[in-house]
Structures are given as structure tokens and as C-alpha cells.
């Protein structure tokens, strides 16, 4: 069974595990919403997330919108090559990267 979490890490970090997939897009969009909601500047660490779909970017674009209403920041690092290639021809890798 396909599993998610996202955690605070040092000051600032969320860290992301698992798989960012159509399977658990739901509660990771729960689990960093509770987080990100909260206000303050990001950074997602998500250099352990194991695989993810255009579900799981679906996600990462929802969590942007999530910081803008709250007023706060987030940026990705670490994003899985497979999910840069889904942004990459979805025109989203921008959005994504902060470029």
C-alpha cells in the first residue's frame, strides 16, 4: 500500500516521504495544508519521495496556492526526476523551481 508523510525538519523544512501519487494525493494534500496553513517561509525537502504522477504535482501546485492565501512562502527542492519531467511538459517546471 502506497504511503505519504511530511514532517518538520530543521527551522523552515518540511521533509517529504514516500510516494506523491493519484494513491495518497488526498492526505498529502491534508498533511502539508495543516502545515503550510500556518503561515511562515518553506522549504519541502522532497529528495525522499520515492515516485510520484501528475497527481502528486497536482499536489505540489495546490500547496503554492495554499501559501499565497496565507500570505506565507514555500519552495521545493529535491523534486524526483520523474515529477520534473511531468512539470516539464505540463509547463509547470517554472512554477515548481521559482525561476
Partial sequence: MASFAIAPGD?????AT???????????LQQGNGLIGRGGRWVIDLSRVESGDSAGIAVLVEWLATA????????????????LAIARISDLEELLLGN
Fill in 11 to 15: 527551522a523552515g523544512r518540511l521533509v
Fill in 18 to 28: 514516500g510516494e506523491l501519487s493519484f494513491a495518497t494525493a488526498a492526505h498529502a
Fill in 68 to 83: 499565497h492565501a496565507v500570505d506565507a512562502t514555500v519552495r521545493y527542492e529535491g523534486i524526483p526526476a520523474q515529477m
